[in-house]
């Protein structure tokens, strides 16, 4: 399931990686981060969800608040495995959008381009 939860996020268009402290590798869709994966097991995925969302995730067992980032609506899984696949896909699939749909309309417009000519 990692690496499939990796390859998602690549996959998604405009997505650019670092890799930051605690080999940790970032996602952003413009330069803006929606996705951090840890690299070392075990695998805690951190993402952007909406205020909804936010609170009914950090109800699950394993699911907390993400670290410095909680107050705006970012949770962190503490094993990739808390969410069935296609839940997880869906959750990272929308953190994408939450943070794309910031972006200044031209970015939004070519970002929406390259998903077509793909």
Same mark, same amino acid.
């Given at each position: 399931?990692?690496?499939?939860?990796?390859?998602?996020?690549? %996959?998604?268009?405009?997505? %650019?990686?670092?890799?930051?402290?605690?080999?940790?590798? *970032?996602?952003?869709?413009?330069?803006?981060?929606?996705?951090?994966? %840890?690299?070392? &097991? /075990?695998? *805690?995925?951190?993402?952007?969800?909406? &205020?909804? =969302?936010?609170?009914?995730?950090?109800?699950? /067992?394993?699911?907390?608040? @993400?670290?410095?980032? @909680? *107050? #705006?609506?970012?949770? =962190?899984?503490?094993?990739?495995?808390?969410?069935?696949?296609?839940?997880?896909?869906?959750?990272?699939?929308?953190? #994408?959008?939450?943070?794309? %749909?910031?972006?200044?309309? =031209?970015?939004?417009?070519?970002?929406?381009?390259?998903?077509?000519?793909?």
């Amino acid at each position: 399931m990692f690496d499939h939860t990796l390859d998602l996020c690549r %996959s998604l268009p405009a997505v %650019s990686t670092e890799k930051k402290w605690d080999n940790e590798l *970032r996602f952003f869709v413009g330069e803006k981060l929606f996705c951090m994966i %840890s690299l070392d &097991p /075990p695998h *805690r995925v951190s993402f952007k969800c909406s &205020p909804t =969302q936010f609170h009914q995730l950090i109800n699950r /067992p394993e699911i907390v608040p @993400a670290p410095h980032l @909680a *107050r #705006y609506h970012w949770v =962190q899984l503490k094993g990739e495995s808390l969410l069935p696949e296609t839940e997880l896909d869906a959750f990272l699939h929308n953190a #994408y959008e939450l943070i794309k %749909s910031t972006l200044p309309p =031209q970015e939004q417009d070519a970002i929406n381009k390259m998903r077509m000519d793909a």
